[in-house]
């Protein structure tokens, strides 16, 4: 059974920072596609990519959190991360994390999420 687990979340105040880890329990993690998704209480319904690292390298950001965030995985690891700096209020979300293999796309997998708490 795959697995994603979180952790690295907590409460912070505006300005700090959290670094955020998923370990992904994958045969083949350096074929999937990873990301960071948050889903804020006011906004129920949406959860929105905050930052994506492809199998390939490749790197996106959601404008809100470029210049702050930053991205990287270790396939030795089967671990992603998740740098965040300059935290702000508007940050206040669940962060999950995804998987979705390169080809077979309906290998598509989410961890439980964490809370992160940015108090101004």
């Known amino acids: 059974q795959v697995q994603l687990v979180e952790s690295g979340g907590g409460l912070v105040q505006a300005g700090g920072s959290l670094r955020l880890s998923c370990a992904a329990s994958?045969?083949?993690?350096?074929?999937?596609?990873m990301g960071w998704y948050r889903q804020a209480p006011e906004k129920q319904r949406e959860r929105e990519l905050v930052?994506?690292?492809?199998?390939?390298?490749?790197?996106d950001y959601a404008d809100s959190v470029k210049g702050r965030f930053t991205i990287s995985r270790d396939n030795a690891k089967n671990t992603v991360y998740l740098q965040m700096n300059f935290l702000e209020p508007e940050d206040t979300a669940v962060y999950y994390c995804?998987?979705?293999?390169?080809?077979?796309?309906?290998?598509?997998?989410w961890g439980q999420g964490t809370q992160v708490t940015v108090s101004s």
């Open positions: 995804n998987a979705r293999h390169i080809f077979l796309r309906d290998q598509n997998y």
């Open positions: 994958l045969n083949t993690f350096s074929r999937y596609d």
């Open positions: 930052a994506a690292i492809g199998a390939g390298g490749l790197i």
